[in-house]
């Protein structure tokens, strides 16, 4: 199946700090991205959709000003998370379509914000 | 999306085959059925994804019932390294979301 790939995979930072976060398509073009949030023994979380070329689309609930997306390319997306603070330490995951049958996951990433 | 449910965990003796239900009885005709599953710490892993006809591939069976409520996931020879949060998702193909619910987590037993 398609390769997506996310760096890091684990990040400390601490609070007060941005982390930011790269998802991409390793071998096909992804117009659209998703990110994922899952705290401990939870589900994974819909955040945003991030869209080539344009804003993301942010689920109910999410602060746009904390998480900032940016689809610079049709490979590549990225999410910032700004003035991080412990309550925002999770494991980070993003997603993209190939085809729009099969999203394909990347490996995730795990914030520890001290 | 039409919601799932999947029981919250089962069990499975290893080199035995496991079963996995889902029942989606508000399904549409557009929606497909999808599994995913979780290995502790990482990202989902794609499975296996059906209309309604019944479809295999190197990693498992899916068995989707002819009123299109419900389905199986079926691990032939379940090892080890199964043991994950299992998750049915039910989605039109074109459709930009994927809704995670909670999932069955499966244990292989030695």
């Known amino acids: 199946g398609a390769v997506v790939s996310q760096h890091p995979s684990w990040v400390i930072c601490k609070s007060g700090t941005s982390v930011k976060i790269e998802c991409r398509s390793l071998?096909?073009?992804?117009?659209?991205m998703f990110w994922y949030r899952q705290f401990p023994k939870q589900s994974l979380m819909l955040m945003a959709t991030s869209n080539e070329g344009s804003k993301a689309t942010y689920e109910q609930g999410v602060e746009k000003d904390k998480f900032l997306i940016n689809h610079a390319s049709l490979t590549l997306s990225t999410l910032t998370v700004t003035s991080a603070h412990p309550e925002d330490s999770s494991f980070y995951i993003c997603s993209a379509s190939e085809g729009w049958i099969i999203q394909y996951f990347g490996a995730g990433t795990r914030l520890s914000v001290l | 999306d039409a919601k799932t449910t999947q029981p919250p965990s089962m069990d499975c003796a290893e080199g035995r085959a496991a079963n996995l239900p889902c029942n989606h009885s508000t399904i549409s005709g557009n929606e497909y059925v999808y599994w995913y599953r979780q290995i502790h710490s990482q990202g989902p892993q794609y499975i296996i994804h059906g209309l309604q006809n019944n479809e295999t591939n190197e990693m498992a069976s899916l068995i989707i019932t002819e009123d299109r409520k419900s389905s199986t996931l079926i691990l032939p020879h379940a090892t080890l390294r199964d043991t994950a949060v299992y998750y049915c998702i039910v989605r039109v193909a074109r459709d930009d979301k994927i809704i995670f619910g909670k999932g069955t987590r499966l244990h292989i037993l030695p």
């Open positions: 071998d096909f073009q992804a117009t659209t």
